[in-house]
């Protein structure tokens, strides 16, 4: 079956939002998130006309809506994004490792998503922290992204993290790490201690919060479980890891261009089957839960899903005095002092030239004039929503 592009999340969240809102009765914060992706990219948001100076092709382009939960406003921030972390990373071996948790304390995240992925954070650098002080005597480091979503939409709450093959040493100095270029730490182990610092803290957490008991069935039934810890190894350059943890950073639960079909009940989309060889293979929902399945993945609000620690926290780097990157040369300093105007830096990371002409490919648009956006009267969201989806 071909990937059709026809449709996209905007088509879904029109035509199936009203149900999905009736059953569910989400959070304001998820309607918005909706409204926001509905209203992307269109007249209501206003935009610009613009022309071309050689053949008088005039384009009109529409603003973007800027939700970080939205498919089409991540593209251009995610390469940004790669290139910074490559210029800040230490040229070295970085190891590729995930941490995940089993699938039986899903009801605890849903309970309360921001204690949850936050704990995993602190439970993931804390194993990777004592583990370089236990093994090789380093401060080490790590950039981590949190990751929520299986590819069927599922809930699966994971962290992906790119650890550098040195850590700074106790005595002073930078110490190579990793057994062989190998494995950086002993994965049972690994495994089992992310397990203990995880669950000893959720345990500890739901207690004062006065949830210990409604969750102790769940919370056991993850202490007899096999916790597993993937670490691979290390690629020659770090840009090479981080650019596929770069996959990871700006995305969505789903992007538009994995939907495949959209009917008068059902939605269908491309998923990987990990049981299967990785095959991609069709996944079908009816669109209201489809809906529901996206809006769990919305993040808590102001939460941060990309974080560093230790050598590559910028407090650590500063209380440790490290210097990463050798001083620039003139030349390159002189060059560096002409910034880029933002169509520059798109066109370099991207490839993609937003100034040049679609139509002959010659001419530079030039713009005509700014498209206001279209105020709507103010009522409650939940209201607003509702009529924007009739």
């Given amino acids: 079956m071909s990937i059709s592009t026809r449709h996209e999340i905007a088509d879904i969240a029109r035509q199936f939002g009203t149900g999905y809102i009736e059953k569910y009765r989400p959070s304001v914060k998820k309607i918005k998130v909706l409204f926001d992706i509905l209203q992307c990219r269109t007249l209501a948001l206003g ?10 092709e005039v384009r009109y382009s529409y603003n973007s809506c800027g939700n970080r939960h939205c498919p089409k406003c991540l593209s251009t921030k995610q390469a940004i994004w790669i290139e910074k972390l490559i210029g800040q990373t230490l040229p070295v071996k970085h190891y590729h490792i995930i ?3 089993p699938h039986v304390l899903n009801p605890v995240c849903l309970f309360d998503k921001g204690m949850y992925y936050k704990l995993l954070f602190s ?3 804390r194993t990777l922290h004592s583990f370089g002080y236990t093994h090789y005597g380093v401060e080490s480091g790590a950039v981590c992204v949190l990751h929520t979503w299986g590819q069927n939409l599922s809930l699966h709450p994971h962290i992906h993290c790119i650890a550098p093959a040195v850590g700074y040493s106790l005595k002073g100095g930078w110490k190579h790490i990793g057994t062989y270029d190998d494995y950086l730490y002993p994965v049972h182990q690994l495994s089992g201690t992310f397990k203990g610092k995880f669950l000893d803290s959720l345990e500890r957490t739901l207690r004062k919060m006065g949830m210990g008991s409604e969750f102790d069935s769940l919370l056991q039934q993850a202490w007899n479980k096999k916790w597993v810890i993937f670490c691979e190894s290390p690629l020659a350059k770090p840009e090479h890891v981080i650019r596929y943890l770069g996959q990871y950073t700006h995305r969505v639960a789903i992007s538009n261009n994995r939907i495949l079909s959209m009917g008068k009940t059902h939605v269908t989309f491309t998923g990987k089957d990990y049981r299967g060889r990785a095959q991609k293979k069709p ?3 009816t669109g209201v839960e489809f809906l529901h399945r996206f809006c769990q993945h919305i993040l808590p609000k102001r939460f941060v899903k990309i974080r560093r620690f230790g050598i590559y926290n910028h407090t650590s780097k500063r209380n440790l005095g490290l210097q990463f990157k050798p001083e620039v040369p003139i030349g390159e300093k002189e060059n560096s002092a002409k910034k880029e105007t933002s169509q520059e830096q798109i066109k370099r990371l991207t490839g993609f030239d937003i100034g040049q002409c679609p139509k002959c490919k010659k001419g530079r648009m030039h713009l005509v004039r700014e498209l206001p956006r279209i105020r709507s009267p103010p009522r409650p969201l939940r209201q607003l929503i509702h009529t924007f989806l009739q």
């Fill in 283 to 285: 996944v079908t929902l």
């Fill in 47 to 56: 935009g610009h006309e613009e022309r071309c100076d050689c053949c008088n």
């Fill in 99 to 101: 941490f995940t948790v």
């Fill in 123 to 125: 439970a993931v650098w």
